[in-house]
Protein backbone atom coordinates (compact mmCIF):
# COMPACT_ATOMS: atom_id res chain seq x y z
CA UNK A 1 0.00 0.00 0.00
CA UNK A 2 1.26 3.86 -0.66
CA UNK A 3 2.11 6.06 1.90
CA UNK A 4 -0.47 8.80 1.02
CA UNK A 5 -3.24 6.72 1.73
CA UNK A 6 -4.88 8.01 5.39
CA UNK A 7 -1.91 6.24 6.84
CA UNK A 8 -3.56 3.92 7.60
CA UNK A 9 -6.16 2.44 9.91
CA UNK A 10 -7.30 -0.41 8.02
CA UNK A 11 -8.54 -4.06 9.25
CA UNK A 12 -5.08 -4.73 11.35
CA UNK A 13 -6.14 -8.13 12.92
CA UNK A 14 -2.49 -7.43 15.47
CA UNK A 15 -1.89 -4.52 17.42
CA UNK A 16 1.66 -4.74 18.78
CA UNK A 17 4.76 -6.81 18.84
CA UNK A 18 5.94 -9.42 17.84
CA UNK A 19 9.71 -10.58 19.25
CA UNK A 20 11.59 -12.89 17.18
CA UNK A 21 15.02 -14.83 18.31
CA UNK A 22 17.46 -17.59 16.79
CA UNK A 23 14.14 -18.44 14.11
CA UNK A 24 11.61 -18.29 16.58
CA UNK A 25 8.62 -15.89 18.04
CA UNK A 26 9.13 -15.90 21.28
CA UNK A 27 7.00 -13.50 22.95
CA UNK A 28 3.96 -11.01 22.29
CA UNK A 29 3.28 -7.38 23.53
CA UNK A 30 -0.12 -5.72 23.53
CA UNK A 31 0.77 -2.46 22.53
CA UNK A 32 3.17 -0.87 20.19
CA UNK A 33 5.90 -0.43 22.97
CA UNK A 34 8.82 -1.17 21.53
CA UNK A 35 10.59 -1.46 24.94
CA UNK A 36 8.75 -4.82 25.40
CA UNK A 37 10.12 -8.15 25.22
CA UNK A 38 13.20 -10.32 25.93
CA UNK A 39 15.82 -11.35 23.13
CA UNK A 40 16.18 -14.20 25.11
CA UNK A 41 20.06 -14.38 25.04
CA UNK A 42 20.81 -12.15 21.60
CA UNK A 43 23.37 -9.77 21.95
CA UNK A 44 21.37 -7.29 19.87
CA UNK A 45 17.25 -7.01 19.27
CA UNK A 46 16.38 -4.63 16.80
CA UNK A 47 12.66 -3.24 16.88
CA UNK A 48 11.57 -2.91 13.35
CA UNK A 49 8.21 -1.09 12.95
CA UNK A 50 5.41 -1.56 9.74
CA UNK A 51 2.47 0.09 9.05
CA UNK A 52 -0.33 -1.85 9.47
CA UNK A 53 -0.81 -2.84 5.99
CA UNK A 54 -4.57 -3.70 5.29
CA UNK A 55 -3.82 -7.25 2.67
CA UNK A 56 -4.07 -10.35 4.44
CA UNK A 57 -1.17 -12.47 4.94
CA UNK A 58 1.37 -9.06 5.32
CA UNK A 59 1.40 -9.50 8.67
CA UNK A 60 2.49 -13.06 9.16
CA UNK A 61 5.25 -12.50 6.07
CA UNK A 62 7.01 -9.69 7.97
CA UNK A 63 7.31 -12.31 10.93
CA UNK A 64 8.26 -15.35 8.52
CA UNK A 65 11.15 -12.64 7.32
CA UNK A 66 12.25 -11.72 10.97
CA UNK A 67 12.09 -15.58 11.97
CA UNK A 68 14.65 -16.44 8.48
CA UNK A 69 17.07 -13.67 9.54
CA UNK A 70 17.29 -14.39 13.12
CA UNK A 71 17.66 -18.10 12.26
CA UNK A 72 20.63 -16.78 9.92
CA UNK A 73 21.72 -14.42 12.55
CA UNK A 74 20.87 -15.84 15.58
CA UNK A 75 22.75 -12.80 17.61
CA UNK A 76 20.57 -10.66 16.70
CA UNK A 77 16.72 -10.92 17.95
CA UNK A 78 13.94 -8.99 15.67
CA UNK A 79 11.28 -7.19 17.59
CA UNK A 80 8.50 -6.93 14.96
CA UNK A 81 6.19 -3.84 16.16
CA UNK A 82 2.54 -3.66 13.44
CA UNK A 83 1.05 0.16 14.26
CA UNK A 84 -1.98 0.51 12.78
CA UNK A 85 -3.47 3.98 12.54
CA UNK A 86 -1.83 7.56 11.62
CA UNK A 87 1.33 5.78 11.18
CA UNK A 88 3.30 8.83 9.82
CA UNK A 89 2.19 10.85 13.08
CA UNK A 90 3.15 8.19 15.38
CA UNK A 91 6.80 7.39 13.58
CA UNK A 92 7.24 11.03 13.31
CA UNK A 93 6.97 11.73 17.21
CA UNK A 94 8.44 8.45 18.16
CA UNK A 95 11.79 9.15 16.34
CA UNK A 96 12.44 12.32 18.49
CA UNK A 97 12.47 9.65 21.39
CA UNK A 98 14.68 6.95 22.68
CA UNK A 99 12.16 4.37 22.09
CA UNK A 100 12.72 4.99 18.08
CA UNK A 101 12.81 2.29 16.07
CA UNK A 102 15.68 0.81 14.65
CA UNK A 103 14.78 0.15 11.34
CA UNK A 104 10.83 1.48 9.86
CA UNK A 105 9.68 2.14 6.95
CA UNK A 106 8.14 5.46 5.33
CA UNK A 107 6.12 6.34 2.82
CA UNK A 108 6.65 8.86 -0.01
CA UNK A 109 10.24 9.22 0.58
CA UNK A 110 10.89 12.48 2.66
CA UNK A 111 14.41 13.78 2.32
CA UNK A 112 13.71 16.02 5.41
CA UNK A 113 14.85 12.85 7.61
CA UNK A 114 18.21 12.27 5.99
CA UNK A 115 18.97 16.03 6.35
CA UNK A 116 18.02 16.04 9.92
CA UNK A 117 20.13 13.82 10.78
CA UNK A 118 17.62 10.95 11.31
CA UNK A 119 18.47 8.45 8.94
CA UNK A 120 21.45 6.63 7.93
CA UNK A 121 23.14 6.72 4.58
CA UNK A 122 22.94 3.19 3.50
CA UNK A 123 25.43 3.29 0.16
CA UNK A 124 27.38 0.70 1.95
CA UNK A 125 23.72 -1.89 2.17
CA UNK A 126 23.54 -1.60 -1.58
CA UNK A 127 27.19 -2.89 -2.66
CA UNK A 128 27.09 -4.33 -5.95
CA UNK A 129 23.00 -4.88 -6.39
CA UNK A 130 22.74 -1.00 -6.65
CA UNK A 131 22.48 -1.24 -10.61
CA UNK A 132 19.36 -3.68 -10.57
CA UNK A 133 17.59 -1.28 -8.52
CA UNK A 134 15.16 0.97 -10.81
CA UNK A 135 16.47 4.59 -11.52
CA UNK A 136 13.35 6.10 -9.85
CA UNK A 137 13.93 3.66 -6.63
CA UNK A 138 17.64 4.86 -6.75
CA UNK A 139 16.81 8.56 -7.41
CA UNK A 140 13.57 8.90 -4.53
CA UNK A 141 16.13 8.11 -2.04
CA UNK A 142 19.27 10.00 -2.76
CA UNK A 143 20.21 12.93 -0.74
CA UNK A 144 23.06 14.52 -1.84
CA UNK A 145 24.53 12.21 -4.06
CA UNK A 146 24.37 9.53 -1.23
CA UNK A 147 21.51 6.66 -0.73
CA UNK A 148 18.81 7.16 2.64
CA UNK A 149 16.57 3.89 2.28
CA UNK A 150 16.29 1.03 0.46
CA UNK A 151 13.32 0.57 -1.93
CA UNK A 152 10.68 -2.82 -0.68
CA UNK A 153 7.69 -2.10 -3.10
CA UNK A 154 6.79 0.30 -5.78
CA UNK A 155 3.22 0.82 -5.64
CA UNK A 156 1.20 2.19 -8.73
CA UNK A 157 -1.90 4.34 -8.88
CA UNK A 158 -4.53 4.35 -11.99
CA UNK A 159 -8.22 4.60 -12.69
CA UNK A 160 -9.88 1.50 -12.63
CA UNK A 161 -12.86 1.71 -14.46
CA UNK A 162 -15.72 -1.19 -15.30
CA UNK A 163 -16.49 -2.01 -18.65
CA UNK A 164 -19.90 -3.27 -18.80
CA UNK A 165 -21.00 -0.13 -17.20
CA UNK A 166 -19.42 1.89 -19.30
CA UNK A 167 -20.05 0.07 -22.64
CA UNK A 168 -23.93 -0.12 -21.57
CA UNK A 169 -24.12 3.65 -21.39
CA UNK A 170 -21.84 4.41 -24.49
CA UNK A 171 -19.07 5.16 -23.28
CA UNK A 172 -15.72 5.00 -23.88
CA UNK A 173 -12.99 4.57 -21.35
CA UNK A 174 -11.75 8.62 -21.23
CA UNK A 175 -8.61 9.18 -22.39
CA UNK A 176 -8.76 13.03 -22.30
CA UNK A 177 -9.88 15.02 -18.44
CA UNK A 178 -12.96 16.36 -20.86
CA UNK A 179 -14.03 12.57 -21.64
CA UNK A 180 -13.47 11.69 -17.82
CA UNK A 181 -16.02 14.99 -16.55
CA UNK A 182 -18.16 13.91 -19.04
CA UNK A 183 -17.96 10.14 -18.18
CA UNK A 184 -18.78 10.77 -15.08
CA UNK A 185 -21.07 13.00 -14.95
CA UNK A 186 -23.12 10.79 -17.47
CA UNK A 187 -23.08 7.81 -14.94
CA UNK A 188 -24.16 9.75 -12.25
CA UNK A 189 -27.55 8.39 -11.36
CA UNK A 190 -29.68 8.99 -8.30
CA UNK A 191 -28.42 5.99 -6.68
CA UNK A 192 -24.80 6.04 -7.78
CA UNK A 193 -21.98 8.53 -8.84
CA UNK A 194 -19.56 8.38 -11.69
CA UNK A 195 -16.08 8.71 -9.78
CA UNK A 196 -14.07 8.01 -6.79
CA UNK A 197 -11.23 9.56 -6.26
CA UNK A 198 -11.83 10.02 -2.39
CA UNK A 199 -13.95 10.57 0.52
CA UNK A 200 -13.15 14.77 0.71
CA UNK A 201 -13.20 14.66 -3.33
CA UNK A 202 -9.50 15.20 -3.75
CA UNK A 203 -7.46 12.09 -3.09
CA UNK A 204 -4.21 12.74 -5.21
CA UNK A 205 -6.50 14.31 -7.86
CA UNK A 206 -4.54 17.59 -7.06
CA UNK A 207 -1.39 16.49 -8.30
CA UNK A 208 -2.49 14.27 -11.17
CA UNK A 209 -4.20 17.69 -12.09
CA UNK A 210 -0.99 19.58 -12.40
CA UNK A 211 1.59 16.01 -13.80
CA UNK A 212 -1.39 16.06 -16.29
CA UNK A 213 -0.91 19.36 -17.55
CA UNK A 214 2.75 19.79 -17.56
CA UNK A 215 3.65 21.03 -14.36
CA UNK A 216 5.94 19.76 -11.56
CA UNK A 217 4.84 20.30 -8.19
CA UNK A 218 8.42 21.20 -6.72
CA UNK A 219 11.75 21.59 -8.69
CA UNK A 220 14.86 19.12 -8.06
CA UNK A 221 16.61 22.28 -6.61
CA UNK A 222 13.89 22.98 -4.28
CA UNK A 223 11.59 25.98 -5.81
CA UNK A 224 7.83 25.54 -5.80
CA UNK A 225 6.51 24.71 -8.89
CA UNK A 226 2.67 24.21 -8.35
CA UNK A 227 1.93 27.61 -8.79
CA UNK A 228 2.38 27.67 -12.68
CA UNK A 229 -0.17 28.54 -15.57
CA UNK A 230 -0.47 25.40 -16.33
CA UNK A 231 -1.37 23.70 -12.25
CA UNK A 232 -3.32 26.82 -12.24
CA UNK A 233 -5.59 26.14 -15.16
CA UNK A 234 -5.75 21.85 -14.18
CA UNK A 235 -6.75 22.64 -11.10
CA UNK A 236 -9.30 25.23 -12.04
CA UNK A 237 -10.84 22.29 -14.18
CA UNK A 238 -11.01 20.24 -11.56
CA UNK A 239 -13.79 22.15 -10.62
CA UNK A 240 -16.08 20.67 -12.94
CA UNK A 241 -16.09 17.45 -10.85
CA UNK A 242 -17.20 19.24 -7.74
CA UNK A 243 -19.68 21.28 -9.95
CA UNK A 244 -21.38 18.21 -11.63
CA UNK A 245 -21.43 16.56 -7.90
CA UNK A 246 -20.41 13.59 -10.22
CA UNK A 247 -17.83 12.36 -6.88
CA UNK A 248 -18.63 10.28 -4.46
CA UNK A 249 -17.72 11.59 -0.78
CA UNK A 250 -17.63 9.84 2.13
CA UNK A 251 -17.50 6.42 1.63
CA UNK A 252 -17.31 3.77 3.92
CA UNK A 253 -13.33 3.32 3.31
CA UNK A 254 -11.22 5.55 1.40
CA UNK A 255 -10.03 5.65 -2.22
CA UNK A 256 -7.30 2.88 -1.34
CA UNK A 257 -9.72 0.11 -0.77
CA UNK A 258 -11.33 -0.80 -3.93
CA UNK A 259 -14.58 -2.14 -2.15
CA UNK A 260 -16.81 1.26 -3.87
CA UNK A 261 -15.16 -0.09 -7.10
CA UNK A 262 -16.26 -3.96 -6.95
CA UNK A 263 -19.28 -3.23 -4.39
CA UNK A 264 -20.61 -1.25 -8.12
CA UNK A 265 -21.08 1.71 -5.81
CA UNK A 266 -18.92 3.59 -8.12
CA UNK A 267 -17.86 2.49 -12.04
CA UNK A 268 -14.68 4.07 -11.87
CA UNK A 269 -12.22 4.80 -9.25
CA UNK A 270 -8.98 5.98 -8.53
CA UNK A 271 -6.73 3.13 -6.94
CA UNK A 272 -4.40 0.82 -6.79
CA UNK A 273 -2.42 -2.01 -8.15
CA UNK A 274 -2.43 -3.68 -4.59
CA UNK A 275 -5.99 -4.18 -5.31
CA UNK A 276 -6.01 -6.14 -8.20
CA UNK A 277 -6.34 -9.44 -6.84
CA UNK A 278 -9.42 -7.92 -5.16
CA UNK A 279 -10.95 -6.72 -8.10
CA UNK A 280 -10.03 -9.78 -9.93
CA UNK A 281 -12.04 -11.69 -7.44
CA UNK A 282 -15.19 -9.61 -7.36
CA UNK A 283 -15.29 -8.76 -10.88
CA UNK A 284 -13.12 -11.75 -12.94
CA UNK A 285 -12.10 -9.63 -16.16
CA UNK A 286 -14.81 -6.69 -16.43
CA UNK A 287 -12.42 -4.03 -15.33
CA UNK A 288 -9.09 -2.39 -17.05
CA UNK A 289 -7.29 0.56 -15.71
CA UNK A 290 -6.01 3.46 -17.26
CA UNK A 291 -4.03 6.50 -16.16
CA UNK A 292 -5.39 9.50 -15.20
CA UNK A 293 -5.99 11.45 -18.31
CA UNK A 294 -3.98 13.95 -19.89
CA UNK A 295 -5.75 17.87 -19.41
CA UNK A 296 -5.59 18.63 -22.64
CA UNK A 297 -3.72 18.26 -25.74
CA UNK A 298 0.22 18.51 -25.88
CA UNK A 299 0.11 17.13 -22.32
CA UNK A 300 0.71 13.61 -21.39
CA UNK A 301 -1.49 11.60 -18.58
CA UNK A 302 -0.56 10.37 -15.44
CA UNK A 303 0.25 7.47 -13.35
CA UNK A 304 1.69 7.80 -9.80
CA UNK A 305 3.96 5.87 -8.47
CA UNK A 306 4.60 5.66 -4.36
CA UNK A 307 5.51 2.88 -2.13
CA UNK A 308 7.55 1.76 0.48
CA UNK A 309 11.00 2.41 1.98
CA UNK A 310 13.16 0.69 4.20
CA UNK A 311 15.11 2.74 6.39
CA UNK A 312 17.65 3.02 9.76
CA UNK A 313 17.23 5.09 12.43
CA UNK A 314 21.16 6.95 12.43
CA UNK A 315 20.74 7.73 15.94
CA UNK A 316 19.95 4.14 17.31
CA UNK A 317 21.88 2.35 19.16
CA UNK A 318 22.52 -0.55 16.92
CA UNK A 319 23.29 0.82 13.49
CA UNK A 320 25.35 -1.79 12.30
CA UNK A 321 22.43 -4.99 13.37
CA UNK A 322 20.18 -2.84 11.28
CA UNK A 323 22.04 -2.10 8.07
CA UNK A 324 22.49 -5.61 8.47
CA UNK A 325 19.20 -6.99 8.39
CA UNK A 326 17.74 -4.15 5.71
CA UNK A 327 20.49 -5.50 3.54
CA UNK A 328 19.43 -9.14 4.02
CA UNK A 329 15.96 -8.91 3.70
CA UNK A 330 15.67 -6.14 1.19
CA UNK A 331 18.83 -6.64 -1.07
CA UNK A 332 19.95 -9.97 -0.73
CA UNK A 333 16.43 -12.01 -0.45
CA UNK A 334 15.27 -11.81 -3.69
CA UNK A 335 12.69 -14.37 -3.21
CA UNK A 336 11.19 -12.64 -0.16
CA UNK A 337 11.46 -9.43 -2.37
CA UNK A 338 8.96 -11.27 -5.18
CA UNK A 339 7.20 -12.63 -2.40
CA UNK A 340 6.15 -9.74 -0.23
CA UNK A 341 5.36 -8.07 -3.95
CA UNK A 342 3.00 -10.63 -5.41
CA UNK A 343 1.06 -12.72 -2.63
CA UNK A 344 0.02 -9.50 -0.67
CA UNK A 345 -1.66 -7.31 -3.29
CA UNK A 346 0.00 -6.62 -6.42
CA UNK A 347 3.54 -4.30 -6.02
CA UNK A 348 6.41 -4.03 -8.27
CA UNK A 349 9.27 -4.92 -7.09
CA UNK A 350 11.90 -1.96 -7.56
CA UNK A 351 14.63 -4.40 -8.43
CA UNK A 352 14.60 -4.93 -11.91
CA UNK A 353 15.81 -8.65 -11.99
CA UNK A 354 13.00 -9.37 -8.78
CA UNK A 355 10.53 -7.61 -11.00
CA UNK A 356 11.32 -9.77 -14.53
CA UNK A 357 10.87 -12.79 -12.76
CA UNK A 358 7.52 -11.56 -10.86
CA UNK A 359 4.98 -14.07 -13.25
CA UNK A 360 1.73 -12.14 -11.46
CA UNK A 361 2.57 -9.39 -13.30
CA UNK A 362 3.78 -10.64 -16.44
CA UNK A 363 -0.05 -10.68 -17.80
CA UNK A 364 -3.16 -9.32 -18.39
CA UNK A 365 -4.44 -6.24 -16.79
CA UNK A 366 -1.53 -6.19 -14.34
CA UNK A 367 1.11 -6.47 -17.44
CA UNK A 368 -0.63 -3.28 -18.66
CA UNK A 369 -0.36 -1.43 -15.21
CA UNK A 370 3.15 -1.97 -15.10
CA UNK A 371 3.60 -0.85 -18.46
CA UNK A 372 1.48 2.18 -17.57
CA UNK A 373 3.91 3.06 -14.90
CA UNK A 374 7.04 2.81 -16.99
CA UNK A 375 5.60 4.92 -19.74
CA UNK A 376 3.68 7.54 -17.34
CA UNK A 377 4.96 7.15 -13.93
CA UNK A 378 5.00 10.25 -11.66
CA UNK A 379 6.28 10.20 -7.80
CA UNK A 380 6.11 12.97 -5.39
CA UNK A 381 9.31 14.78 -4.68
CA UNK A 382 11.79 14.58 -2.17
CA UNK A 383 10.57 17.74 -0.45
CA UNK A 384 6.89 17.05 -0.64
CA UNK A 385 6.54 16.45 2.81
CA UNK A 386 3.20 16.81 4.95
CA UNK A 387 3.31 20.62 5.65
CA UNK A 388 4.22 21.67 1.88
CA UNK A 389 1.24 19.15 0.46
CA UNK A 390 -1.03 19.95 3.07
CA UNK A 391 -0.86 23.50 1.64
CA UNK A 392 -0.77 22.82 -1.53
CA UNK A 393 -4.14 20.29 -0.98
CA UNK A 394 -5.65 23.35 1.14
CA UNK A 395 -5.83 25.19 -1.49
CA UNK A 396 -6.67 22.64 -4.48
CA UNK A 397 -9.61 22.36 -1.72
CA UNK A 398 -10.86 25.61 -2.02
CA UNK A 399 -10.18 26.30 -5.15
CA UNK A 400 -12.67 22.88 -6.07
CA UNK A 401 -15.05 24.72 -3.84
CA UNK A 402 -15.15 27.89 -5.21
CA UNK A 403 -14.05 29.42 -2.04
CA UNK A 404 -12.04 32.49 -3.14
CA UNK A 405 -9.80 33.85 -6.20
CA UNK A 406 -7.96 30.36 -7.35
CA UNK A 407 -4.95 32.50 -8.78
CA UNK A 408 -4.67 34.47 -5.74
CA UNK A 409 -5.15 30.94 -3.16
CA UNK A 410 -2.40 29.13 -5.17
CA UNK A 411 -0.03 32.22 -4.79
CA UNK A 412 -0.34 32.29 -1.07
CA UNK A 413 -0.04 28.33 -1.05
CA UNK A 414 3.52 28.75 -2.97
CA UNK A 415 4.45 31.07 -0.79
CA UNK A 416 3.81 29.15 2.41
CA UNK A 417 5.13 25.63 0.53
CA UNK A 418 8.25 27.84 -0.54
CA UNK A 419 9.36 28.70 3.52
CA UNK A 420 8.70 24.91 4.61
CA UNK A 421 10.67 23.34 1.85
CA UNK A 422 13.48 26.26 2.90
CA UNK A 423 13.64 25.22 6.29
CA UNK A 424 13.98 21.48 4.82
CA UNK A 425 16.56 22.73 3.05
CA UNK A 426 18.71 25.19 5.80
CA UNK A 427 18.09 28.15 3.24
Known amino acids: MSARRPELSRR??????LLVAAGTVLTTACSTDPTAGSSSGAKTTLN???HAYGEAGTQQAVLRYATAFTKANPDIAVKVTWVPGDYASKLNATLLTDSAPDVFEIGDFSESLARRGQIAALDDVYGSARSDFNTNAVDTVTVDGKLYGVKMIDDVMMLYYRKST?????ITPPTTFDELVSAAKALTTDKTKGLFVGNDGLG???????????SDLVTPDGKVAFGSAQALEALTG????????SLLLGFTTDWWDPAAFTQGVVPMQWGGLWSMPAVVSALGDDFGVLPWPAFKAGAAPVVRVGGWTSCVNAKGANVAAAKKFVQWLWVEQSDL?????ESYGFHVPPRTSVAASAQKLSAGTAKETVELAAKY????????????SSTFNAAAAKITAGQGDPSALLADAVKKAQSEIDKQLGR
Open 166 to 170: LSKAG
Open 204 to 214: DSPSLAAFSNG
Open 238 to 245: LKRLHDDK
Open 12 to 17: GFLTGS
Open 337 to 341: QKDFA
Open 48 to 50: VWY
Open 377 to 388: GKHYPGTWDTAV
